[in-house]
Antibody, heavy 122, light 108 residues
Framework: QVQLQESGPGLVKPSQTLSLTCTVSGDSISNDKYYWSWIRQSPGKGLEWIGLVYSGGKTYYNASLKSRVLLSGDTSKSQVFLRLNSVTAADTAVYFC??????????????WGQGTLVTVSS | SYVLTQPPSVAVAPGKTATITCGGNNIRSKIVHWYQQRPGQAPVVVIYFDGDRPSGIPERFSGSNSGNTATLTINKVEAGDEADYYCQVWDSTDDHVVFGGGTKLTVL
């Protein structure tokens, strides 16, 4: 059974870069049956999709974040990375990584990490 | 961009049926997935591809999709079903994942 674990700083200063790692166990991120994604949830709010990355390196991003976000992966370490530049208080959220199943050109989130809270504050 | 609209809250007595809707323009042309999120936990998929149930999800959970509304139905609601529920689609026009705003299910 796949397990996903997010890690990274819990506090980031405004205007700096938020960097998170998702470590995948029980599967390889090079498995071309799956995609890998980041989602965030601001305190008391709903889910916001950030983007997804495929084993071949193809990426899709939320248009509202595209200018500031970069997703990548390291297959040797089975890790997926999120970088979000120029953060503000509005980026304070719990950040989840998740595994996506793709079928018939559609996607759903099959497995999720437990999430990690990132606070943007000076 | 595609928008999914959910009621903010639904309340139901134990043993009754909860119906949570997800509205979208011609949503029947899309495939809808549903997630349950209990407080302090990560979401869990309860329905995928409109009406399929992952292993471990009770048969009390079902989904449908027609016209401009997709529906998650929970029969014989239990206290443990109290959670936030989100619908989700893939918008192939923009290559985007879209979530509904979420519905808080309260078991009275």
């Amino acid at each position: 059974q796949v397990q996903l674990q997010e890690s990274g700083p819990g506090l980031v200063k405004p205007s700096q870069t938020l960097s998170l790692t998702c470590t995948v166990s029980g599967d390889s991120i090079s498995n071309d049956k799956y995609y890998w994604s980041w989602i965030r949830q601001s305190p008391g709010k709903g889910l916001e999709w950030i983007g997804l990355v495929y084993s071949g390196g193809k990426t899709y991003y939320n248009a509202s974040l595209k200018s500031r976000v970069l997703l990548s992966g390291d297959t040797s370490k089975s890790q997926v990375f999120l970088r979000l530049n120029s953060v503000t208080a509005a980026d304070t959220a719990v950040y989840f990584c998740a595994r996506l199943v793709s079928k018939f050109g559609d996607f759903y989130f099959e497995s999720w990490g437990q999430g990690t809270l990132v606070t943007v504050s000076s | 961009s595609y928008v999914l609209t959910q009621p903010p809250s639904v309340a139901v007595a134990p043993g009754k049926t909860a119906t949570i809707t997800c509205g979208g323009n011609n949503i029947r042309s899309k495939i809808v997935h549903w997630y349950q999120q209990r407080p302090g936990q990560a979401p869990v998929v309860v329905i995928y591809f409109d009406g399929d149930r992952p292993s471990g999800i009770p048969e009390r959970f079902s989904g449908s999709n027609s016209g401009n509304t997709a529906t998650l139905t929970i029969n014989k609601v239990e206290a443990g079903d109290e959670a936030d529920y989100y619908c989700q689609v893939w918008d192939s026009t923009d290559d985007h994942v879209v979530f509904g705003g979420g519905t808080k299910l309260t078991v009275l």
